[in-house]
T-cell receptor, first 114, second 116 residues
Framework: GAGVSQTPSNKVTEKGKYVELRCDPI?????LYWYRQSLGQGPEFLIY????????DSGLPNDRFFAVRPEGSVSTLKIQRTERGDSAVYLC????????????FGSGTRLTVV | AQKVTQAQTEISVVEKEDVTLDCVYE???????LFWYKQPPSGELVFLIR??????QNEISGRYSWNFQKSTSSFNFTITASQVVDSAVYFC?????????????FGTGTKLQVIP
């Protein structure tokens, strides 16, 4: 597609439920990133994929968070047993190159845990 | 450790005024990248510029200019003749080898409001 697409744009879930957030990167972009942005803060790194593999998942806050990219394109961020503190905007970005080039970000998924 | 500080939380200017957004960074590495992103009310982060640590030349792109000074670890962003469409949150960011260059550390952002 023309840009990075994230679905859903908004998600409200109850505490303790499981959620999946989807990211469809720009076609041909091998690098894919997930960031989390809390209100009034800058984005915080969660995980980076190069192709199908997670090259760096050091930003995932705990084992309730998991992400996959099975075919090297679409990625899904999965959150188990959601907590109110997980409420944030989850941003996905893709890049055609590594080495810290500027990303193209999606519009994000606003997750609200009630 | 990486750190990016944007001390200005919010700035308001009247249209056509010039405005400078400050950014101070910390890194232990000599090779790193600095970025500026714009986040308009729609929420999508828009890449503005990337600067390599070895290139200290200032850059100008239309009404935007960037001043990179390694001596003060600063990478400031100036908008000349501001317009209402410039209203957004602006983030300064850094990547360095400690994060494999793939992990970008963002500042907390400066919210710019341009008043018509």
């Amino acid at each position: 597609g023309a840009g990075v697409s994230q679905t859903p744009s908004n998600k409200v879930t109850e505490k303790g439920k499981y959620v999946e957030l989807r990211c469809d990167p720009i076609s041909g972009h091998t690098a894919l990133y997930w960031y989390r942005q809390s209100l009034g803060q800058g984005p915080e790194f969660l995980i980076y994929f190069q192709g199908t593999g997670a090259a760096d998942d050091s930003g995932l806050p705990n084992d309730r968070f998991f992400a996959v990219r099975p075919e090297g394109s679409v990625s899904t961020l999965k959150i188990q047993r959601t907590e109110r503190g997980d409420s944030a905007v989850y941003l996905c970005a893709s890049s055609s190159q590594g080495q810290g080039n500027g990303y193209t970000f999606g519009s994000g998924t606003r997750l609200t845990v009630v | 450790a990486q750190k990016v500080t944007q001390a200005q939380t919010e700035i308001s200017v009247v249209e056509k005024e010039d405005v400078t957004l400050d950014c101070v960074y910390e890194t232990r590495d000599t090779t790193y990248y600095l970025f500026w992103y714009k986040q308009p009310p729609s929420g999508e982060l828009v890449f503005l510029i990337r600067r390599n640590s070895f290139d200290e030349q200032n850059e100008i792109s239309g009404r935007y200019s960037w001043n990179f000074q390694k001596s003060t670890s600063s990478f400031n962003f100036t908008i000349t003749a501001s317009q209402v469409v410039d209203s957004a949150v602006y983030f300064c960011a850094l990547s360095d080898p400690s994060g494999g260059y793939q992990k970008v550390t963002f500042g907390t952002g400066t919210k710019l409001q341009v008043i018509p």
